[in-house]
């Protein structure tokens, strides 16, 4: 099990415009602030245009802001795309990578994705590789096998538990309202731990976060259960007050 701190992290997804993102990073940024020291790592992730104005907005309040994708390569003919360094330079210390509405919507396949994960190591961001099963693997008995697959395929050879953090998501439960039970998700993240221990040294520090319609209502359970050691949300993270309900939910 990772020890220390726990990362609640907020995947804004493609919402918001300039005056609500900054107003909302605020007031994520002014609870931590009352709270003083917490026990947990907070960071949002807006859309590509907030980056710039979101990380002026919070900075030096201990609110960490990442990118929801990046571009494997430095630079070059890749229109509309957004390199690690470019994320980096704009203030994130984290991007997303392999989200299954990548995944689903972009055919982005596990090798991409790690050379995604590569070029944020290069760029000295913290890579959260997200995985996970459909409904139908898991219907299928598949869900373990699947998640196996995408970490042996996603994961560089550069991450550590310093740089990678790994989030799993069932694609059943984003955006649903369905979550998955406190034993399917201590059964997944247990395989999770597993197979980071036999890959990487430092396998058993990386932290491996719960994603999957988490709210206050549930995120309590959701962050007792062994090898949680924090949440992606999304739509739980666009309302400053259930997103700190969930923060404060941690143990
Ligand atoms: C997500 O998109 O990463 C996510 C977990 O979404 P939601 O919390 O809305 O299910």
Request: net charge negative.
């Amino acid at each position: 099990m990772a020890m220390g701190r726990k990362l609640i992290a907020g995947n804004w997804k493609m919402n918001g415009l300039k005056t609500e993102g900054v107003v909302l990073a605020r007031a994520v940024a002014e609870r931590l602030a009352s709270a003083g020291p917490i026990p947990v790592d907070l960071l949002v992730c807006p859309p590509a245009t907030l980056i710039w104005p979101v990380t002026e907005a919070v900075a030096g309040t201990g609110l960490a802001v990442g990118g929801q994708d990046c571009h494997p390569q430095v630079s070059g003919a890749h229109t509309g795309d957004i390199s690690a360094a470019m994320l980096a330079e704009a203030g994130c210390g984290y991007v997303i990578v392999g989200h299954s509405e990548r995944r689903q919507n972009h055919g982005e396949t596990d090798a991409l994705i790690a050379t995604k994960a590569a070029a944020a190591h290069a760029a000295g961001l913290v890579a959260i590789i997200c995985v996970g099963e459909t409904d139908a693997e898991r219907d299928r008995g598949e869900a373990g096998t699947v998640v196996e697959r995408q970490l042996a395929g996603s994961i560089p050879a550069s991450a550590t538990a310093t740089n990678t953090v790994i989030a799993y998501e069932p694609v059943w439960a984003i955006g649903t309202g369905r979550t998955a039970t406190p034993a399917d998700v201590a059964q997944i993240h247990a395989l999770i731990r597993e197979t980071l221990v036999r890959r990487l040294d430092s396998g058993a520090a990386v932290r491996i976060l719960y994603g999957g319609s988490v709210k206050p209502s549930n995120a309590r359970e959701l962050m007792a259960v062994p090898d949680v050691d924090g949440a992606l949300v999304g739509g739980a993270s666009l309302k400053a007050d259930e997103f700190w309900g969930i923060v404060t939910s941690c143990p």
